[in-house]
């Protein structure tokens, strides 16, 4: 089903009419304001403050201007700024995006409407995040939404029942607010004072099956197992060449996520070397690459990015191992690691390696428009549909059974490997 996108306001004297600030006039109170930049240039203008308190390499404001640029579906900036005495006090970062959305239930896409959307991303949302600020920003998007900027908004990982969602109830009426959007677990491990006590955290079935797996590699290709660790900007091209070797053979590829050496992902990697924060682990078996794990240090937190093996090698578990060599890594001198962030979802080798976890899930919101209705009543039924069948079929003990005979399907089709034991 089709939705048309709403025209977007790109004329300075329309962005200025809905500006969600007073004029200078109202300024003399001091009551706090709410500013939406718009324009790329005017993002240097909160360089320092925005890098001072981003805490996320997805809302890192040098890789928010590559994107810009990479994104086909990118319009425009749409960062709001909560201001107190001319300063700024709380920043919640999102685009203008012009894209086709892709509404599922399992793998299955049921709808793929054309909208144009206020994405606000992952990390984004920083500051003085008090309930008061909170609420303007909120009353500032709703405003955004009903003078048609665009057909609706996404507020990425959003923590249920916290002050966000308080927020968004406030100014948000529910035939506004999407309803079952999906909420999954969010898992990290906060590291102890040495890669001893990490192994130690570790139950001891789960500790005695790591050790059973690399001496099984280690007997199998003795002397020929190492991992190489690329760190540097002139090293990017070549992880992205030895990582799109296993990619392509994995069932993430067939479902169209996971690493893609597109221009977007092989920007960020450079960024995050310049930075001095690129970890990108390759274990090699006979000089072949056979298992990557690529991640960012990103002021005290190690991000996962992007994990993955050939099937063909499933029984060495070599997507774990090469992960485990990552963590030690993360305690080696000079490093600053408190944290290991592995991110959405909650697969066994998380639940293995994590220690803290918290459930989290976008919020969707809507303009107060035909097109806008729509998007929210089909998206709503896709997210039911696909919330209904998820739970029958964990009642039913069937789900990881199916996951593992679609995702093996799909490696078979792709690369006639075979499935993952």
Known sequence: MELPASSVLDATCEQQRFET???????????????VFRTLAELEELREIWTLWCDDPNADLDF????????????????????????PDCILVGRLERRRLELKVGYATLFKPSVSQLFFLQGGLFGDLSQENLQLLMRGLRQSLDHGEADCAELSRAIPNSSLHKAVRAEFGPIRRGHFSPIREHRWLELPGSFKEFLQGISRKNRHEIR?????????????????????????????QEVEKISAK?????????????????????IAAHQGGLRGCVLYLDENPCAYFIGKQYKNTFH????????????YSPGLLVLMHSIEECFDPGYTTTRVDL?????QYKKV??????????????????????????????????????????????????????QGRLQKSESGALPIP
């Open 64 to 87: 928010y201007l590559v994107s810009a640029h990479c994104r086909p579906d990118f319009v425009r900036p749409h960062v709001m700024v909560v201001y107190r005495e001319g300063n």
């Open 250 to 270: 994995t069932y993430q590829r067939v479902l169209g996520v996971g690493f893609r050496p597109d221009v977007e992902t092989l920007e960020a990697l450079r």
């Open 21 to 35: 600030y007073p004029p200078e006039a109202r300024l003399k109170d001091n009551s706090p304001i709410v500013r």
């Open 353 to 406: 390696i994590c220690n803290r976890s918290r459930q989290d899930g976008p919020l969707y919101l809507y303009a107060p428009s035909l097109n806008g209705l729509k998007l929210n009543f089909l998206r709503s039924a896709a997210s039911l549909l696909d919330l209904a069948g998820r739970r029958l079929l964990a009642k039913s003990s069937v789900l990881q059974k199916l996951k593992k005979l679609w």
């Open 304 to 315: 996962g990015n992007f994990m993955g093996f050939d099937p063909q090698f499933g029984k």
């Open 343 to 347: 991110g959405w979802g909650d697969r």
């Open 212 to 240: 059973r797996h690399e001496k099984r590699l280690a007997d199998d290709f003795s002397g020929k197992a190492h991992v190489h660790c690329y760190r540097h900007e002139d090293e990017v091209k070549e992880l992205a």
